[in-house]
């Protein structure tokens, strides 16, 4: 797949102190690297920011970019806000609770790729954890009885 395909991740985030970290590790993790993450805190009341803060005094190198909202505004605000910045072919948004799959990035182009490039949105399934992180049954493509693939 052609790696000049730029990818904008966007993590919403609220509250989500106990899970940031692991988040933003996932995504580092991707074998496709984006070309830009967005962080929008919601104005968290617990430590989000700090710990976000924390992970980019850490990983300099990511170049991951913060903003944080003095009022809450919700998803659908900060979703739009960052839609009205990006410049990337694709984009994606990863809640700050959430952890993707090394390869998801890959995926998601690829699939968009095999359909000769005319989908307009592309999904994928996802696993379902609980608070510790432990695999939760079933996924969402069986909880919701999608269809398989072509």
């Known amino acids: 797949m052609d790696g ?3 990818v904008t991740v966007v993590v919403v985030c609220y509250n989500h102190e106990r899970y940031v ?10 074998t496709r690297t984006p070309e830009r993450v967005l962080i929008i805190d919601d104005a968290s009341e617990d430590g989000t920011v700090s710990r976000i803060e924390s992970w980019l005094s850490l990983h300099p190198e990511a170049g991951y970019e913060l903003v944080v909202h003095s009022q809450n505004t919700g998803l659908c605000c900060g979703l739009n806000e960052a839609l009205a910045t990006i410049s990337t072919p694709f984009y994606t948004y990863i809640s700050a609770d ?7 990035l890959d995926a998601l182009i690829d699939r968009w790729a095999k359909d000769g490039g005319h989908a307009v949105a592309v999904y994928s399934n996802a ?15 069986t909880l919701h009885e999608w269809p398989s693939d072509p």
């Open 98 to 104: 959430d952890r993707m799959l090394p390869e998801r």
């Open 21 to 30: 970290t692991e988040s933003l590790d996932s995504i580092l993790a991707q």
């Open 127 to 141: 696993r379902r954890i609980d608070a510790d992180g432990q695999l939760l049954q079933p996924d969402y493509r």
């Open 4 to 6: 000049n395909l730029g």
